[in-house]
């Protein structure tokens, strides 16, 4: 993981900062010139595969979405705080204001590291948490007429399997229970979490953020918090036959 770098090179880099100005002692000075830049260049990278889940991982209209939003602020504004400090301290040669903007670059980056640790843990973004028999996670992007393409989505799936499908600009979950096949919306109606990434069984699937529970059949909400039902469409696949319905149900 590339995280910790930056962490520990730009917060090194104000500690160092702080024992230079009690201390008096220049070298602890030049440690903190040289931490600086190396972290900011991590902090660079490490945003890579950040801006690759934000875009990709991070499912739309969801508590997580903003939260992964006020992440990214907040590791920029830690990025611009350390880099005006570090120029700070080569111009003016003070401890005073490069400790001041070191600070608070600290105390975003560690905001920010809260956040992230929040969007791994509790949203389980970029986490590969699948139970046993679900499969490894699937994700396709089709076109055409919404109740075909869900219907030539579903072939491959085994019982309680998931696998979350782009179609017509939705995300729409398909899976097989003991009635048949089954597609319902992905976005979970409490917080927005993805069903598609969470466990399906008996016919009722289980958001991984909250726990709510819904029918995948109807869309009836059976555990909450959520209160809401989500929307189920028609997807019905018989010894390789594709029978086609052209409805959506609520």
């Not at 090179?9 to 002692?25: C, E, H, I, P, Q």
């Not at 490490?46 to 992440?71: F, M, N």
């Not at 003016?92 to 980056?109: D, E, F, Q, V």
């Not at 030539?152 to 998931?162: K, R």
């Amino acid at each position: 993981m590339l995280i910790p770098f930056p962490f520990v090179f730009l917060s090194g880099g104000w500690g160092f900062r702080v024992a230079a100005a009690m201390t008096g002692n220049d070298e602890l000075k030049t440690v903190s010139r040289y931490l600086v830049p190396a972290g900011l260049v991590a902090g660079l990278v490490a945003a890579v595969p950040g801006a690759i889940d934000y875009l990709g991982s991070v499912p739309p209209q969801s508590s997580a979405k903003e939260r992964a939003t006020k992440h990214a602020l907040l590791n920029v504004a830690s990025l611009a705080l350390f880099a005006a400090g570090w120029l700070a301290g080569r111009r003016r040669g003070g401890n005073a204001l490069p400790i001041a903007l070191h600070g608070a670059g600290t105390a975003t980056l560690c905001a920010a590291g809260w956040m992230g640790g929040t969007l791994a843990y509790r949203n389980q973004i970029g986490v590969d948490h699948r139970y046993a028999s679900a499969g490894t996670w699937q994700e396709e992007r089709v076109d055409g007429e919404k109740v075909a393409a869900l219907d030539d989505a579903a072939h491959g799936l085994e019982m309680n399997q998931m696998k979350l499908v782009h179609v017509d600009g939705k995300r729409v979950a398909v899976g097989r229970t003991g009635k048949g096949y089954a597609a319902f919306q992905d976005r979970c109606t409490h917080r927005g979490g993805p069903l598609s990434d969470g466990a399906l069984m008996c016919g009722t699937v289980q958001c991984p953020w909250h726990g709510s529970q819904f029918d995948v059949h109807t869309g009836e909400v059976k555990a909450g918090p959520a209160e809401e039902k989500i929307e189920t469409y028609d997807v019905a696949i018989s010894h390789g036959a594709r029978h086609r319905h052209g409805s959506s149900r609520r």
